[in-house]
């Protein structure tokens, strides 16, 4: 009986790398203390994306500072990750889309009016690393 596993499509293969990427870019948003941090599988709801990546900064200051934390952790990890972001300088709701994954970084009060938790309700959660071990492993 053989062990081996069947090689991975390169739908597989897209799908693990958009996931490493949501998972490297919570990592990011964690260190600069993200809160309601959640990365919400949308694939079978959405056709524009794989990954929402969904947090809340708690001031115009915080939610600029979570983009440039990501934009740096991303560029010392990925030499070539392209990045689209709108919303900046008010930074009350900012959109970072990588294609893949499309991170949601907002002030409390849009946080609040928009609820993408409760709009993806049925989405797929994917489990947040917890600690520093964890998250070496994930965005490896």
């Not at 947090?55 to 740096?72: F, K, N, P």
């Not at 690393?129 to 492993?137: A, I, M, S, T, V």
Request: aromatic content about 8%; glycine content about 4%; proline content about 2%.
């Amino acid at each position: 009986m053989s062990t081996e596993q069947p090689e991975k499509t390169s739908f597989e293969r897209s799908h693990e790398q958009a996931r490493r990427l949501a998972l490297q870019i919570a990592t990011a948003a964690m260190e600069k203390k993200a809160a309601s941090l959640e990365i919400l599988d949308v694939r079978r709801h959405v056709d524009y994306t794989d990954f929402l990546v969904l947090m809340m900064g708690h001031s115009d200051r915080q939610v600029a500072a979570l983009v440039y934390g990501i934009e740096e952790a991303l560029r010392k990890k990925n030499k070539k990750i392209h990045c689209s972001v709108e919303g900046l300088p008010h930074a009350y709701w900012v959109i970072m889309d990588f294609g893949d994954v499309v991170a949601h970084l907002f002030q409390q009060q849009a946080h609040q009016l928009y609820d993408l938790e409760g709009l993806w309700m049925d989405a797929q959660r994917i489990k947040l690393p917890k600690d520093k071990e964890e998250q070496g492993k994930n965005a490896a």
